[in-house]
């Protein structure tokens, strides 16, 4: 049985991402967007990457690339490109009036079976589908970037949502190989980007204090703590740290404490903060298109190669 057909909204960075990880799956995708150009140029994008991809050895699935190029077809008209799909994920600028438009269009032609996804990294459920006839449809599928590397996806229902919709956009992120998670309402930043606020936020702290250099914190992250996030998420650091939770919390709770009071305010992100870091990042890594990208390209490479090591690792 064929796995089914979805339709990708707007062809960007994410939009890309997507179509490629349902291609890997054996879906047929239907990919839109406003101009014919950005999705002549999306799928030329698509089929280099892929490419590259077979060369290193990190294309998924069990297709070749042209048999996973041939799943993928574009469309500039929003009712032709969602027609058949039983998954529709938006992924249009961060733009909530704009994001509202599209789900008020989808809403009008869609029947009542497909389910209706936003990539939206912080656009709550509630400002997106209240008031949409086929709400209990709604759902965000909260990718990272690049989500052909980073298989998390947040799930992240309105309070309308129908369960089973839930249920099916969890089962089918698992079913193309991503690895979902449900949060149970609806909360500014989601799980993901709380976790990485607060740490960019401390990270910013100790920075701007002076208390460390920018070089050194990075490395506090990509030498230390990171080297077993990418395996074991702080619930079981602490578990395994000491005889199991309650043994961690006996032995370092009055010190965790201690630590977190001293946590300042949230930090300004601007001043002389701002320029001090950003010069330090900038000799780094100069602010230039090609540099950045080939430091882009490095990191994917790591997190691909992180993502083999990590299948080799499986553990239940
Ligand atoms: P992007 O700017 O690369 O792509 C947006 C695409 O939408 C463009 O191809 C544009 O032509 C198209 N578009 C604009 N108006 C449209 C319309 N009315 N109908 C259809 N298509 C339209 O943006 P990107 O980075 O792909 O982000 C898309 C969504 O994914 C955003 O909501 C963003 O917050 C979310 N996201 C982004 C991540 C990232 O790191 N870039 C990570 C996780 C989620």
């Known amino acids: ?5 979805v339709a990708i909204i707007g062809s960007g960075l994410i939009g890309r991402s997507w179509a490629m990880v349902f291609a890997a ?8 967007d406003v101009a014919q150009q950005q999705l002549t140029s999306a799928l030329e994008i698509i089929r280099k990457q892929m490419k590259d991809l077979e ?5 998924k699935g069990s297709l070749s690339v042209e048999q996973q190029l041939a799943l993928i077809s574009v469309c500039t008209d929003l009712k032709a490109a969602v027609e058949g799909a039983t998954f529709i994920q938006e992924c249009t600028p961060e733009n909530l009036e704009l994001k509202k438009k599209i789900f008020s269009q989808l809403d009008l032609i869609v029947g009542d079976s497909a389910i209706l996804s936003s990539s939206t990294s912080c656009l709550l459920p509630s400002k997106l589908f209240t008031g949409l006839k086929h709400v209990k449809q709604c759902i965000v599928s909260h990718p990272v970037n690049p989500p052909y590397y980073v298989p998390l996806v947040e799930i992240v229902p309105h309070p309308e949502t129908d369960p089973s919709t839930t249920e099916r956009t969890y089962a089918l992120m698992k079913k193309i190989g991503q690895s979902p998670v449900r949060l149970n309402r609806e909360i500014e930043g989601f799980a993901l980007n709380r976790l990485q606020y607060a740490v960019i936020s401390e990270a910013w702290r100790l920075v701007s204090e002076g208390v460390i250099s920018p070089a050194d914190l990075d490395l506090v992250m990509s030498d230390g703590l990171g080297m077993r996030y990418a395996f074991i998420g702080p619930l079981e650091t602490m578990h395994l740290n000491a005889e199991g939770i309650s043994n961690y919390c006996e032995r370092y709770c009055e010190g965790m404490r201690l630590v977190l009071n001293t946590f300042g305010p949230v ?3 601007s001043g002389e903060a701002e320029q001090k870091i950003s010069q330090a990042m900038s000799e780094k890594i100069p602010v230039i298109p090609k540099v950045l ?3 882009r390209k490095w990191r994917d490479e790591c997190l691909a190669g992180l993502s083999k090591l990590k299948k080799q690792m499986k553990s239940d």
């Open 1 to 5: 049985m064929e796995p089914g057909q």
């Open 25 to 32: 799956g054996g879906f047929k995708v239907k990919l839109y």
């Open 55 to 59: 060369e290193s050895g990190f294309l």
């Open 267 to 269: 930090p300004e992100f």
């Open 293 to 295: 990208d080939a430091r």
